[in-house]
């Protein structure tokens, strides 16, 4: 019964029109902003490291290096917050998490792109 009704929830609140996401693509994830009254969107850009959990509650982990300082940030799925995700560029990777790209700089760091096929 509580289970059914679980699931009725998280069928109202997902979000269908999420592209399907890998690690090791680049992503540029479109976020809602909210300032004082104002409301605006922000792109962050960066690589896939890892995805986690499932459903309602699934999270992605994007990797960004700004001003040479490594920036990740963690992104609900299906949040009211995300406008929306696009895939930049998809790279061939051989790790479910690719947290071995922390430790890495500059050239070392870069993944070689999947084939188009």
Known sequence: MQNAMLEKVEQLHRKPEIEHVEPGDQLRVHVKIKEGEKERIQVFEGI??????????????????SFSQGVERIFPLHSPAIEKIEVVKRNR?????LYYLRKLKGKAARLKERDRH
């Open 48 to 65: 896939l490291i890892a995805r986690n959990n499932s459903g309602i509650k699934e999270t992605i982990t994007v990797r960004k290096v």
């Open 93 to 97: 990777v051989r790790r479910a998490k």
